[in-house]
């Protein structure tokens, strides 16, 4: 199994930056991609960025030019830069990898969530 842990979140002012950490720990050869997804209150949770193993982002149109995604697999860490932050940003963010546990099955991992609040 993989664990996935976030940190990072907290309080900050619209135009802030603030850098979110995801670690994974257990089988994180099975890894392949991951991704930052982001739920808002009364809304449904999306996909906020995402990286492959070969280094591949791809971008919500909403955080595209504001945000960074990127990966340190000797530490096993996912990164999620966020500048210009704006209200909206606001929302609990989750880490989310995709394993590859067989040749024919995949799996999913979710982090417990860190809680990102930009104030106006």
């Known amino acids: 199994q993989v664990q996935l842990v976030e940190s990072g979140g907290g309080l900050v002012q619209t135009g802030g930056s603030r850098r979110l950490s995801c670690e994974a720990s257990g089988r994180t050869y099975q890894i392949n991609a991951m991704r930052w997804y982001r739920q808002a209150p009364g809304k449904e949770r999306e996909l906020v960025a995402g990286i492959t193993s070969d280094g591949t982002t791809n971008y919500a149109d909403s955080v595209r030019g504001r945000f960074t995604i990127s990966r340190n697999t000797a530490k096993n860490t996912m990164y999620l830069q966020m500048d210009r932050l704006l209200p909206e940003d606001t929302a609990v963010y989750y880490c989310?990898?995709?394993?590859?546990?067989?040749?024919?099955?995949?799996?999913?991992?979710w982090g417990q969530g860190t809680q990102v609040t930009v104030s106006s």
């Open positions: 989310n990898a995709k394993l590859v546990v067989s040749i024919e099955a995949t799996m999913e991992a």
